[in-house]
């Protein structure tokens, strides 16, 4: 692949995405593919430092907008250290979140604004969208049983149950928006089903793209 290929990992907290990506990653490497896994918030070292801040528990006075801000940072730090070095070098690079969860959490989640959010982000991130997204679609009282049995939430998986139907709301809303552009997983099936539905639409993009 010439310039290479650019997926993103999307869905609500507990939708299992990092653990069906994963499985999805070390099959595709072990079938010859260069790929390159990243995360956001986070994924360089600048980047991880910005984490760090959003997801801390103690920080409950933070400001919304200044949370926005805040992954609009982290992200372009990540993308210009990690994501284009790649895509450059041919490589296929998967992302567990990018954009579209700045959308979902603080655009609709927080209620600034889907527009909003997007204005501040198109400022970060310079026209580089995914080439293919997949979102991984659950309802938000599942997902939070999910995770309920986890050691260390994180300040976000610990809002309010409407805070993340909100959240979950505005994913519904991408991908009517988008909807060649992100593609929508049953993450309510099993972990064996979903990382191999995962696969059928990686591997599909990946075929297309090399054409």
Excluded: W
């Excluded at 999805?24 to 790929?35: A, H, K, P, T």
């Excluded at 505005?170 to 064996?192: M, N, T, W």
């Amino acid at each position: 692949m010439k310039n290479g290929l650019f997926l993103t990992i999307e869905g609500c907290d507990g939708s299992g995405k990092t653990t069906a990506c994963k499985t999805v990653i070390s099959r595709l490497q072990q079938e010859g593919y260069d790929v390159v896994y990243t995360r956001e918030p986070g994924g360089s070292e600048i980047a991880e430092q910005i984490r760090n801040v959003i997801l801390d528990v103690k920080n409950t006075a933070m400001d919304k907008r200044c949370e926005a801000l805040l992954y609009a940072a982290g992200r372009r730090q990540h993308l210009t250290e990690i994501i284009l070095p790649a895509l450059t070098a041919g490589k296929i690079v998967i992302c567990d979140r990018f954009i579209d969860s700045s959308l979902a959490y603080q655009g609709n989640g927080r209620g600034i604004g889907m527009d909003e959010i997007f204005k501040i982000n198109e400022f970060a991130i310079e026209n580089h969208l995914p080439d293919m997204t997949v979102y991984y679609s659950i309802d938000a009282q599942e997902g939070l049983r999910r995770i309920s049995g986890r050691e260390n939430l994180d300040r976000l998986d610990a809002e309010s149950i409407d805070f993340h139907k909100k959240v979950q709301q505005g994913y519904e809303i991408l991908c009517q928006k988008y909807p060649k552009r992100i593609k929508v997983i049953d993450a309510s099936l099993s972990k064996e089903e979903v990382a191999e539905n995962t696969y059928k639409l990686i591997k599909e993009k990946i075929n297309e793209y090399v054409q």
